[in-house]
């Protein structure tokens, strides 16, 4: 299945170049699926403690399970309370930085809940599969 914006989601063996609509019944939940993994770059933290102030974002070093080639910080408040604020990683990709990872609280409408994403990413490679000729001398063994 593929989305394209703002078409809604199709069934597709090209990855979207071509396809037939997805029946709603098979995509029911992707789109809530994927607000979750977009909400922490869209800013979905709603802060109800205004005593703690202004968010303040505060570089993360020094931790155990980080890779060498990411950045971390987390969302702190002026004043903080010990409470879980967000974290995020990314990673250098040429001169660009790509969220790897983000931990902590979401509000979701009057739910709130405690995530813990890790994104992967997969880039399409232009590629010729070549099959190579036996040498002369290789055929005659």
Known sequence: MCARRGKGWIKSDDWGETGKPAPKSATKDFDNWIGL???????????????????????????????????????????????????FAFTRFQDHALIRFFGGTMRLGDEQLVASIGYEFMFLVNMKVVTPTPSPAAAKN
């Open 37 to 87: 993994i977009d909400a922490p770059l869209n800013d979905v933290q709603e802060s109800r403690d205004k005593s703690q102030g202004a968010v303040k974002p505060t570089l993360v070093e020094n931790e155990e399970d980080a890779k060498a080639d990411e950045i971390r910080f987390m969302l702190m408040r002026q004043h903080p309370s010990g409470f879980n604020y967000p974290r």
